[in-house]
């Protein structure tokens, strides 16, 4: 019977080895820089009553983090908190966003939120990030 040996080259074994060290890392400012495209996104789309009132304060990234369930990396952007509306009542930002993105009963719907998710955008940023890492040929 026939017998093959083959060896890859120890440069390609260490760059393998370096990205498996670094790739929470490279993840991590994936999903980061996807989620900052999101949050321009939303800012651009955002309906004119909001730009100037309080709940744009409530429009956060969060930090990157790792969820224990399935180890996946992740990086959210919403409105988050509580703000004061013009008549100084503490409002819940989430609600209030989401009465703008479905609406209700006697409120028309106005989606900003939907239309700033925009999957080829997000993943060309991430896509950005990624090229700084792998080695180029």
Do not use: H, W
């Amino acid at each position: 019977m026939a017998r093959f040996d083959e060896e890859l080259p120890n440069d390609l074994i260490k760059m393998f080895q370096d990205l498996d060290d670094d790739s929470e890392k490279i993840l991590g400012e994936m999903t980061k820089a996807g989620a900052e495209k999101v949050y321009k996104n939303i800012i651009n789309n955002i309906p004119g009553s909001f730009k100037n009132s309080n709940i744009m304060k409530c429009l956060k990234i969060t930090r990157v983090y790792k969820t224990p369930s399935d180890d996946g990396i992740n990086t959210k952007v919403g409105f988050y908190g509580y703000f004061k509306n013009k008549r100084g009542v503490e409002t819940p930002a989430p609600l209030v966003a989401n009465v703008f993105e479905y609406g209700t009963s006697k409120q028309k719907k106005k989606p900003f939120l939907r239309k700033s998710f925009k999957k080829s955008e997000i993943e060309a940023e991430m896509e950005k990030v990624q090229d700084k890492y792998l080695p180029k040929e």
